[in-house]
């Protein structure tokens, strides 16, 4: 009930193209999922984040779907760049304190040239 | 900017030693967390303080405690380290929702 589960593990894209992350969740009492891009040798840090009254959120070329019936939620990367490389969390958070998050599993991202 | 620092980048230890992980931030944050990062397995919560003094048990406490005696520094302590606590740590502190991490600190129990 506390997991979230993130697919795939691993994404090869070539440049320009479409990356697509996915998460699902059971607990339905999760009110915010943030995703969170790391760079090697580096922190997570946050790229984008949605509540459940909304079923979209777009910025720049990241956009989070979340469909809150079938307890899903992805991220899109439109026009994939190789500096976009990097390992990507989903996360969901069940109340406060703020912060006090229940990641997904991670995708290592790859985008070619 | 908004910065945690973990003072230890790579730690090198042996079975059975004490280790202590320091970080601090420099955000006036009330909330400091642990994570644990292992392939496959993403981040899992082993501790967090949301104020001094006070602390709460994350999802995978077993083998951890911590301390936080002021409020920008919060400390992960193995009392007696073990292989299976080969992993990244990763601090993080939050006020309104978004987690700042640090660096990490990647600790090799032999």
């Known amino acids: 009930q506390q997991q979230v589960k993130q697919s795939p593990q691993s994404l090869i894209v070539q440049k320009g193209g479409i990356s697509i992350i996915n998460c699902a969740y059971e607990?339905?009492?999760?009110?915010?999922f943030p995703w969170y891009q790391q760079f090697p040798g580096k922190g997570p840090a946050l790229l984008i984040a949605?509540?459940?009254?909304?079923s979209e959120k777009k910025e720049g070329r990241f956009t989070i779907s979340f469909n809150k019936s079938a307890k899903q939620f992805s991220l899109h990367i439109m026009d994939s760049q190789p500096g976009d490389s990097a390992t990507y969390f989903c996360a969901a958070r069940k109340g406060m304190p703020a912060g006090k998050l229940i990641f997904g599993q991670g995708t290592t991202l790859q985008v070619k040239p | 900017d908004v910065k945690v620092t973990q003072s230890s980048r790579y730690l090198v230890k042996r079975t059975g030693e004490k280790v202590f992980l320091e970080c601090v931030q420099d955000m006036d944050h009330e909330n400091m967390f642990w994570y644990r990062q292992d392939p496959g397995l993403g981040l899992r919560l082993i501790y967090f303080?949301?104020?001094?003094?006070?602390?709460e048990k994350g999802d995978i406490p077993e083998g951890y405690s911590v301390s936080r005696e002021k409020k920008e520094r919060f400390s992960l302590i193995l009392e007696s380290a073990s292989t299976n606590q080969t992993s990244m740590y990763l601090c993080a502190s939050s006020n309104t929702g978004e987690l700042f991490f640090g660096e990490g600190s990647r600790l090799t129990v032999l």
């Open positions: 949605i509540r459940p009254d909304v």
């Open positions: 303080s949301y104020d001094v003094k006070m602390k």
């Open positions: 607990n339905t009492a999760f009110d915010y």
